[in-house]
């Protein structure tokens, strides 16, 4: 679609007159008729508010292919799975994993290719192959080639070892020692928990990224325990392959924020 057909559709989704889409963006109606009619496009500023309003990227406005890749990780960018900003709106430079609510999930090039390997490789692609590709590509990406600066001093790290410390205090029987917490969208882990009055609850928000891990199970080789983060709570829980017959374990409020 062409940028005036984008424009008309998201405004008429969410809702708004053209009135009332130029008083959010700070211009007249007769500008976004104009948009509208395929007469002008909107200027660059105007485009990152209209970005931020819709939850879109620039791009997608402009009506452009995603072409985009994240700038920590290297993976192709689509609409679903570009970061957010503390505020909502969209980063197109990163994806959710690499970036959430405005904090870099990575400080250590290391952890990223360690996770990396273990979801890339299979039977075409060995891990060693894998590796080897990682630590080529991932130095020319702009993010390692700045992290020292677009870091936080290593304040994300150190809240992470906080909630490592606090879960390995739990001593949960069976589990073995936790020694990393890696970047997950809660789409992809939000298992249905069976409570004891027979109802059944998820605690994750998909949109959302958490902090987490997967873990054996030494007493049952048959399942493994699932366990995720972040500023707010700690769950701990154990199922079966691919999330097969969960059972709670713990879902428990942080003291220590």
């Given at each position: 679609?062409?940028?005036?057909?984008?424009?008309?559709?998201?405004?008429?989704?969410?809702?708004?007159?053209?009135d009332?889409?130029?008083?959010?963006?700070?211009?007249?109606?007769?500008?976004?008729?104009r948009?509208?009619?395929?007469?002008?496009?909107?200027?660059?500023?105007?485009?990152?508010?209209?970005?931020?309003l819709?939850?879109?990227?620039?791009n997608?406005l402009?009506?452009?292919?995603?072409k985009?890749?994240?700038?920590?990780?290297?993976m192709?960018?689509?609409?679903?799975?570009?970061?957010?900003?503390?505020?909502?709106?969209?980063?197109?430079?990163?994806?959710?994993?690499?970036?959430?609510?405005?904090?870099?999930?990575?400080?250590?090039?290391?952890?990223?290719?360690?996770v990396?390997?273990?979801?890339?490789?299979?039977?075409?692609?060995?891990?060693?192959?894998?590796?080897?590709?990682?630590?080529?590509?991932?130095?020319?990406?702009?993010?390692?080639?700045?992290?020292?600066?677009?870091?936080?001093?290593?304040?994300?790290?150190?809240?992470?070892?906080?909630?490592?410390?606090?879960?390995?205090?739990?001593?949960i029987?069976?589990?073995?020692?936790?020694?990393?917490?890696?970047?997950?969208?809660?789409?992809?882990v939000?298992?249905e928990?069976?409570?004891?009055?027979?109802?059944?609850?998820?605690?994750?928000?998909?949109?959302?990224?958490?902090l987490?891990?997967?873990?054996?199970?030494?007493?049952?080789?048959?399942?493994?325990?699932?366990?995720?983060?972040n500023?707010?709570?700690?769950?701990?829980?154990?199922?079966?392959?691919?999330?097969?017959?969960?059972?709670?374990?713990?879902?428990?409020?942080?003291?220590?924020?």
């Amino acid at each position: 679609m062409e940028t005036k057909d984008i424009l008309y559709e998201l405004r008429t989704e969410k809702g708004l007159s053209q009135d009332a889409l130029a008083a959010q963006v700070f211009v007249t109606r007769q500008a976004v008729s104009r948009w509208e009619n395929g007469e002008t496009v909107p200027s660059t500023d105007t485009l990152k508010l209209l970005s931020a309003l819709f939850g879109v990227s620039i791009n997608t406005l402009l009506g452009l292919p995603q072409k985009l890749i994240c700038q920590c990780c290297g993976m192709p960018l689509e609409e679903a799975i570009i970061s957010r900003e503390k505020d909502g709106s969209p980063n197109d430079r990163y994806c959710k994993w690499c970036y959430a609510d405005g904090t870099y999930q990575y400080s250590d090039m290391d952890d990223l290719i360690a996770v990396c390997v273990r979801s890339m490789a299979n039977s075409e692609h060995s891990e060693a192959s894998v590796r080897a590709y990682l630590e080529d590509m991932l130095p020319q990406l702009d993010y390692w080639k700045r992290h020292e600066e677009l870091g936080d001093g290593g304040a994300f790290e150190a809240f992470k070892q906080q909630l490592i410390d606090e879960i390995n205090a739990l001593h949960i029987e069976g589990m073995p020692k936790l020694e990393q917490l890696n970047a997950l969208v809660g789409s992809y882990v939000n298992l249905e928990y069976p409570l004891p009055n027979g109802e059944t609850v998820r605690f994750l928000d998909d949109s959302a990224t958490y902090l987490g891990n997967q873990l054996e199970n030494l007493q049952d080789e048959t399942r493994c325990f699932g366990i995720l983060a972040n500023m707010d709570f700690i769950l701990i829980g154990s199922y079966e392959g691919n999330g097969a017959d969960p059972e709670l374990i713990l879902y428990q409020k942080r003291v220590n924020i």
